[in-house]
């Protein structure tokens, strides 16, 4: 089932003679429970892709749909809910806010919609992150390696149609990598997440489902591996 | 408390310098504010309080009225204070000096409860009446009593022979009056002395008031003074119309202070001044808060986009803005309106004297300009604080939620720079004026680009 779909999506920063095309004409779509992992040298555009699809950031032309609805047809309040509802992001420096702790880290897009909290899915992905004891920590007090994980944490809460992450691993060592690397798999075999990273690390790219190789702003590869 | 609030709220503890630094800011604001409106309020305080030493705490006065126009403004609803003062009919003293007869006349009066309280009568002795068988005399009467060899003093007794009947001499303003009383004879106690003459302000009748007060036991009034308060102050005009009472004179001197008068309003000037002033003081404090508030939001533009980027809505960011403003304000307003309230006590405290002497009565009247607490006053300061805070915060709440979320990001932001773009040497056309472009000419064999130096 198809769950994510870009069509014909261009980005153009600038104007006149300072234009930079950071994407041009980017179309593709992932099935529901997909890993894809985005690969391709610094300045393809991965993240600002990467972006459009979360809808941080608005495509010059180009359409984003998501379970069918179309993203950049909401309005910006819309726009901010769907965002909340409906993706997790992952960033490189997990972007966590310095004045909350690890628990309100991870249910800041419940509770930033008003909701209650999942008790249950909370502590089962506390658990899962291994974040128990850890609970009421600032960012600050933990460990690079711990910070991505509540970034995880956040990115899951809300069980988003897709999970999208830019060099989650960038700024860990290969151990604190491949921990990050396993929990991402695991909430894709287990919870059949959807899942889109950009990654320079070869042997996380060959560990995803479809490998998508950037340059340019444009798709140069569109591999699956299984 | 809800999420994003939260978040700022934390913020706001993290960062204590900052948020003391515009508490404090908009504890200035508003003290500034509470002495300009407390002050103006004061000096309109200040003034009817003059007004009513001078002349008496009432909008409009109704001359030789009836008992039905005493009835009838009892009944006007936007009366709230009315006095009444009863003539009782007139008696004279003839005193024989140096071959001829000098002859006084007096009108013998009775206020009601409501006329003492609202007319001032300044008695040189003791004590106003307070029933019908005790007066207060002038000075002039007792030293004609003293002269006639009559009893004078406090308490003691003095008989009077009231007429209604008063023929003017040349007093051709004195209105005909139907002659309702009859005459009488009564045995009044003397209580106090009021000054030299007591004309209250009676012009047409020119003559001295003896006043004594109204009780079960008065006599029949010829006719009445009504004194009347109203509010709003601009009713008096409605009540001059219906006519209780001959002739009317309204207070102007009060009635500008409580813009009413139809002339020159002093306390709307009082007003507008502090308006004025306010403005000044909000374009300052403004600038001031709105620095603050920029900073606050700059340095949390991270977190703005942050916040946006899992989902923040503009509506929720703005409100945390807003959240911030309000808080600060629950802090600094009240406590700038008390320090305001007494800084300017303790100024009028030490300068207020200073006015003294400089309007007519304020000398003689001991009334001196002190700070008056008023709602009126406080509530226009925090309002006008709460706008500059308001104002100060609304750009930058704005700015909050046009920082997209990307900015928050920014670190993994890839551009992509054409080669094309990037040139060397020559600069291209219009990147440099073109009279500096004539100065640059590359020599050959050199690259003199722009930037090289000899």
Request: a negative charge; glycine letters at 10%; proline letters at 4%.
């Amino acid at each position: 089932m198809e769950i994510l779909r870009a069509e014909h999506l261009s980005k153009i920063y600038g104007q006149g003679e300072n234009q930079v095309r950071a994407l041009e004409d980017v179309s593709f779509s992932v099935e529901k429970g997909q890993f894809v992992a985005i690969v391709g040298p610094s300045g393809s555009g991965k993240s600002t892709l990467l972006h459009i699809l979360g809808g941080v950031d608005r495509p010059t032309r180009g359409k984003v749909y998501l379970q069918g609805q179309d993203v950049f047809a909401q309005k910006e309040d819309q726009l901010a809910i769907f965002r909340r509802r409906q993706v997790g992001l992952i960033y490189q420096f997990y972007n966590l806010i310095p004045v909350l702790d690890v628990v309100e880290n991870i249910t800041l897009p419940v509770l930033m919609d008003g909701r209650q909290v999942n008790r249950a899915r909370l502590e089962d992905l506390l658990t899962t992150l291994n974040l128990k004891d850890r609970e009421h920590h600032l960012p600050n007090q933990l460990s690079g390696g711990q910070q991505q994980r509540v970034s995880i944490g956040r990115a899951l809460m809300n069980s988003p149609a897709v999970v999208l992450a830019d060099e989650p691993t960038g700024n860990l060592d290969s151990r604190n990598s491949q921990e990050i690397l396993e929990l991402l798999k695991l909430c894709n075999t287990q919870y059949g997440q959807t899942l889109v990273v950009i990654t320079h690390d070869e042997s996380i790219a060959l560990q995803a489902d479809r490998i998508l190789t950037m340059e340019d702003g444009k798709i140069r590869r569109d591999e699956v591996i299984r | 408390m809800n999420i994003v609030n939260q978040v700022t709220w934390k913020n706001m503890a993290q960062n204590k310098t900052r948020t003391m630094v515009t508490v404090l800011g908009i504890l200035l604001a508003a003290a500034m504010f509470t002495g300009v409106t407390t002050l103006g309020v004061s000096l309109v305080d200040y003034l009817r309080q003059l007004a009513v030493y001078q002349k008496g705490d009432y909008f409009i006065r109704f001359d030789y009225g009836t008992d039905e126009n005493v009835q009838g403004v009892s009944q006007e609803k936007s009366v709230t204070k009315a006095g009444d003062l009863k003539a009782l009919g007139y008696t004279s003293v003839s005193l024989e000096q140096d071959g001829y007869t000098k002859q006084e006349t007096y009108v013998v009066a009775a206020g009601d409860q409501g006329f003492y309280d609202m007319v001032t009568v300044r008695l040189e002795a003791v004590r106003l009446p307070e029933n019908s068988g005790e007066i207060v005399i002038t000075g002039n009467l007792a030293v004609y009593l003293e002269k006639l060899g009559l009893p004078c003093g406090l308490g003691d007794p003095v008989t009077l022979s009231v007429t209604p009947e008063y023929q003017p001499e040349e007093n051709a303003s004195f209105p005909e009056l139907p002659i309702t009383g009859t005459a009488f004879t009564r045995e009044y106690r003397i209580v106090g002395i009021n000054e030299v003459v007591c004309k209250l302000d009676d012009e047409a009748l020119g003559l001295s008031y003896l006043l004594t007060y109204a009780d079960d036991h008065t006599e029949q009034a010829l006719w009445h003074r009504l004194y009347v308060k109203t509010d709003p102050a601009g009713d008096v005009y409605g009540l001059q119309d219906k006519g209780y009472g001959l002739t009317e004179k309204a207070n102007t001197q009060l009635l500008e202070l409580y813009g009413a008068s139809r002339y020159g309003n002093v306390n709307t000037w009082i007003y507008r001044i502090c308006g004025v002033l306010m403005a000044v003081i909000l374009a300052g404090t403004v600038s001031l808060i709105y620095n603050a508030f920029s900073i606050s939001v700059s340095e949390r533009t991270k977190q703005f986009g942050l916040l946006r980027s899992v989902g923040a809505t503009n509506a929720q960011l703005r409100r945390s803005v807003y959240f911030e403003a309000a808080t600060l304000c629950a802090v600094g307003i009240p406590l700038g309106i008390l320090g305001g309230y007494l800084g300017i006590g303790l100024t009028l405290r030490l300068t207020g004297h200073l006015i003294r002497g400089l309007l007519a009565g304020s000398e003689q009247s001991g009334i001196v300009l002190r700070a008056v607490p008023s709602g009126a006053a406080f509530a226009w300061a925090a309002a006008a604080s709460a706008a500059a805070v308001f104002l100060s915060a609304w750009a930058p709440a704005r700015r909050a939620t046009k920082i997209p979320p990307i900015a928050a990001v920014r670190q993994s932001l890839d551009y992509q720079i054409p080669k094309n773009t990037i040139r060397s040497g020559v600069p291209a056309p219009g990147a440099f004026p073109d009279f500096w472009r004539e100065n640059i000419t590359p020599s050959a064999g050199e690259n003199t680009g722009p930037l090289s130096f000899p």
